[in-house]
Protein backbone atom coordinates (compact mmCIF):
# COMPACT_ATOMS: atom_id res chain seq x y z
CA UNK A 1 0.00 0.00 0.00
CA UNK A 2 1.47 3.46 -1.18
CA UNK A 3 2.56 5.86 2.25
CA UNK A 4 0.52 8.85 3.04
CA UNK A 5 1.68 12.25 2.47
CA UNK A 6 2.01 14.84 5.09
CA UNK A 7 0.04 16.70 2.74
CA UNK A 8 -3.31 14.09 2.63
CA UNK A 9 -3.67 14.98 6.59
CA UNK A 10 -5.75 18.03 7.55
CA UNK A 11 -7.77 19.52 10.45
CA UNK A 12 -11.54 18.58 10.08
CA UNK A 13 -14.13 21.06 9.42
CA UNK A 14 -17.46 21.99 10.94
CA UNK A 15 -19.56 20.78 8.53
CA UNK A 16 -17.88 17.31 8.70
CA UNK A 17 -19.81 16.11 11.39
CA UNK A 18 -21.54 13.36 9.69
CA UNK A 19 -18.15 11.85 9.03
CA UNK A 20 -16.36 12.59 12.37
CA UNK A 21 -19.32 10.64 13.60
CA UNK A 22 -19.05 7.84 11.17
CA UNK A 23 -15.25 7.38 11.77
CA UNK A 24 -15.92 7.16 15.81
CA UNK A 25 -18.67 5.01 15.90
CA UNK A 26 -16.00 2.61 13.51
CA UNK A 27 -13.40 2.99 16.19
CA UNK A 28 -15.80 2.47 19.07
CA UNK A 29 -16.27 -0.96 16.88
CA UNK A 30 -12.94 -1.88 16.80
CA UNK A 31 -12.08 -4.99 18.47
CA UNK A 32 -9.30 -2.93 20.34
CA UNK A 33 -11.72 -0.35 21.41
CA UNK A 34 -12.33 -1.68 25.77
CA UNK A 35 -8.67 -0.91 25.98
CA UNK A 36 -8.13 1.98 23.89
CA UNK A 37 -10.61 4.34 24.39
CA UNK A 38 -12.96 5.57 27.14
CA UNK A 39 -16.13 6.11 25.33
CA UNK A 40 -18.39 2.89 24.33
CA UNK A 41 -20.04 2.57 21.07
CA UNK A 42 -23.22 2.51 22.99
CA UNK A 43 -23.24 5.63 24.61
CA UNK A 44 -21.47 7.36 21.00
CA UNK A 45 -24.19 6.51 18.99
CA UNK A 46 -27.13 7.68 21.35
CA UNK A 47 -25.72 11.22 21.45
CA UNK A 48 -27.85 13.46 19.27
CA UNK A 49 -26.28 15.14 16.02
CA UNK A 50 -25.96 18.55 18.09
CA UNK A 51 -23.49 16.20 20.11
CA UNK A 52 -21.59 15.90 17.36
CA UNK A 53 -21.83 19.43 15.54
CA UNK A 54 -20.65 20.97 18.64
CA UNK A 55 -18.11 18.64 18.85
CA UNK A 56 -16.68 18.80 15.37
CA UNK A 57 -16.84 22.60 15.47
CA UNK A 58 -14.28 22.58 18.73
CA UNK A 59 -12.07 20.29 16.75
CA UNK A 60 -12.22 22.48 13.36
CA UNK A 61 -11.61 25.91 14.93
CA UNK A 62 -10.96 26.08 18.74
CA UNK A 63 -8.00 27.27 20.31
CA UNK A 64 -7.95 24.40 22.99
CA UNK A 65 -8.53 21.53 20.48
CA UNK A 66 -7.75 20.29 17.14
CA UNK A 67 -9.14 16.83 15.54
CA UNK A 68 -6.77 15.85 12.26
CA UNK A 69 -7.43 12.90 9.42
CA UNK A 70 -5.69 11.34 6.77
CA UNK A 71 -7.54 11.93 3.54
CA UNK A 72 -7.29 9.86 0.80
CA UNK A 73 -7.43 10.43 -3.01
CA UNK A 74 -10.93 9.53 -2.98
CA UNK A 75 -12.14 11.42 0.21
CA UNK A 76 -11.77 8.42 2.44
CA UNK A 77 -11.06 9.08 6.05
CA UNK A 78 -8.02 6.42 6.44
CA UNK A 79 -7.46 7.68 10.11
CA UNK A 80 -7.82 10.09 12.71
CA UNK A 81 -5.84 11.29 16.04
CA UNK A 82 -7.36 14.99 18.41
CA UNK A 83 -5.43 17.40 20.23
CA UNK A 84 -6.90 18.80 23.49
CA UNK A 85 -4.88 21.38 25.59
CA UNK A 86 -4.59 21.04 29.28
CA UNK A 87 -4.02 24.17 31.85
CA UNK A 88 -3.13 24.60 34.63
CA UNK A 89 -5.69 24.21 37.56
CA UNK A 90 -7.77 22.34 35.20
CA UNK A 91 -8.75 18.32 36.09
CA UNK A 92 -7.53 15.48 32.97
CA UNK A 93 -10.15 13.35 32.24
CA UNK A 94 -9.09 10.78 35.15
CA UNK A 95 -9.71 13.61 37.45
CA UNK A 96 -5.97 14.24 37.96
CA UNK A 97 -4.97 18.19 38.33
CA UNK A 98 -2.54 19.66 35.56
CA UNK A 99 0.32 21.43 36.87
CA UNK A 100 1.55 22.65 33.63
CA UNK A 101 0.17 23.62 30.07
CA UNK A 102 0.47 20.72 27.43
CA UNK A 103 -1.02 18.74 24.94
CA UNK A 104 -3.05 15.13 25.40
CA UNK A 105 -3.22 13.32 22.11
CA UNK A 106 -6.06 11.03 22.30
CA UNK A 107 -8.35 9.64 19.57
CA UNK A 108 -5.69 8.05 17.94
CA UNK A 109 -7.80 5.75 15.32
CA UNK A 110 -6.32 3.99 11.88
CA UNK A 111 -8.82 2.11 9.78
CA UNK A 112 -7.78 -1.43 9.84
CA UNK A 113 -6.76 -1.77 6.02
CA UNK A 114 -4.96 1.45 6.22
CA UNK A 115 -2.67 0.27 9.16
CA UNK A 116 0.82 -0.01 8.35
CA UNK A 117 0.74 2.24 5.14
CA UNK A 118 2.12 5.29 7.43
CA UNK A 119 -1.27 6.76 8.05
CA UNK A 120 -0.20 6.79 11.89
CA UNK A 121 3.05 8.42 11.31
CA UNK A 122 1.15 11.27 9.02
CA UNK A 123 -0.95 11.63 11.79
CA UNK A 124 1.18 11.93 14.73
CA UNK A 125 3.69 14.55 12.95
CA UNK A 126 0.46 17.13 12.31
CA UNK A 127 -0.72 16.50 16.28
CA UNK A 128 2.92 17.39 17.26
CA UNK A 129 3.70 19.70 15.39
CA UNK A 130 0.35 21.75 16.33
CA UNK A 131 0.92 21.32 19.91
CA UNK A 132 4.03 22.29 19.87
CA UNK A 133 2.65 25.85 17.51
CA UNK A 134 0.20 26.18 20.74
CA UNK A 135 1.78 29.32 22.96
CA UNK A 136 3.96 27.60 26.13
CA UNK A 137 3.42 23.92 25.28
CA UNK A 138 6.25 22.50 25.88
CA UNK A 139 4.95 18.84 26.76
CA UNK A 140 2.72 16.35 24.43
CA UNK A 141 1.25 13.62 26.59
CA UNK A 142 -0.66 10.26 26.35
CA UNK A 143 -2.31 7.51 27.99
CA UNK A 144 -1.71 3.64 26.69
CA UNK A 145 -3.43 1.32 28.29
CA UNK A 146 -0.88 -1.79 30.10
CA UNK A 147 -2.31 -4.38 27.38
CA UNK A 148 -1.92 -2.49 24.45
CA UNK A 149 1.33 -3.11 23.64
CA UNK A 150 1.02 -2.41 19.91
CA UNK A 151 0.30 1.36 20.35
CA UNK A 152 2.83 1.59 22.85
CA UNK A 153 5.19 0.22 20.37
CA UNK A 154 4.29 3.23 17.58
CA UNK A 155 3.78 5.52 20.47
CA UNK A 156 7.72 5.00 21.60
CA UNK A 157 8.77 5.15 17.85
CA UNK A 158 7.39 8.64 17.93
CA UNK A 159 9.73 9.32 20.93
CA UNK A 160 7.29 8.85 23.90
CA UNK A 161 8.19 7.48 26.59
CA UNK A 162 6.81 6.31 29.93
CA UNK A 163 7.12 9.00 32.98
CA UNK A 164 6.14 6.59 35.91
CA UNK A 165 2.76 8.38 36.22
CA UNK A 166 -0.42 6.10 36.17
CA UNK A 167 -3.55 6.21 36.69
CA UNK A 168 -6.71 2.99 37.11
CA UNK A 169 -8.57 2.49 34.11
CA UNK A 170 -11.54 3.21 33.96
CA UNK A 171 -14.41 0.57 34.35
CA UNK A 172 -11.10 -1.80 35.60
CA UNK A 173 -9.35 -0.24 38.29
CA UNK A 174 -7.77 -3.51 38.14
CA UNK A 175 -5.92 -2.21 35.04
CA UNK A 176 -3.52 0.51 34.54
CA UNK A 177 -3.45 3.33 32.04
CA UNK A 178 0.69 4.51 31.14
CA UNK A 179 1.44 8.54 31.08
CA UNK A 180 3.90 8.54 28.14
CA UNK A 181 5.16 11.84 27.15
CA UNK A 182 7.43 13.86 24.53
CA UNK A 183 9.27 17.18 25.63
CA UNK A 184 10.17 19.16 23.50
CA UNK A 185 12.96 20.30 24.78
CA UNK A 186 14.31 16.70 25.06
CA UNK A 187 13.64 15.99 21.21
CA UNK A 188 15.98 19.12 20.55
CA UNK A 189 18.63 18.11 22.72
CA UNK A 190 18.74 14.46 21.44
CA UNK A 191 18.13 15.06 17.92
CA UNK A 192 21.94 15.51 16.96
CA UNK A 193 22.85 14.14 13.65
CA UNK A 194 19.81 12.24 13.30
CA UNK A 195 16.60 14.84 12.54
CA UNK A 196 13.55 13.09 13.89
CA UNK A 197 10.23 13.34 12.69
CA UNK A 198 9.05 14.80 16.10
CA UNK A 199 11.68 17.53 15.71
CA UNK A 200 9.95 21.10 16.36
CA UNK A 201 12.71 23.06 14.65
CA UNK A 202 12.38 24.10 11.58
CA UNK A 203 13.73 22.13 8.70
CA UNK A 204 14.00 18.78 10.55
CA UNK A 205 12.64 15.90 8.34
CA UNK A 206 9.51 13.99 8.68
Do not use: C
Not at 64 to 89: C, H, K, N
Not at 133 to 154: C, G, I, K, P, Q
Not at 199 to 206: F, L, M, W
Request: aromatic share 8%; glycine share 8%.
Amino acid sequence: MNQVSRDAVRPVRADEWPAVKELRLLALRDPAAPIAFLETYENAAAEPDSFWQGRTKRAADGTRVRQFVAEGRDGTWSGTVTVLIEDPGSDDVFGGAIEQRQAHVAGVFVRPEYRGSGVIDALFVAAVEWAWSVTDVARVRLYVHEDNARAESTYRRHGFVRSGETVPMKGDPSKLEHEMVLDKSAVVSDVGDRPSPMDPRPGASS
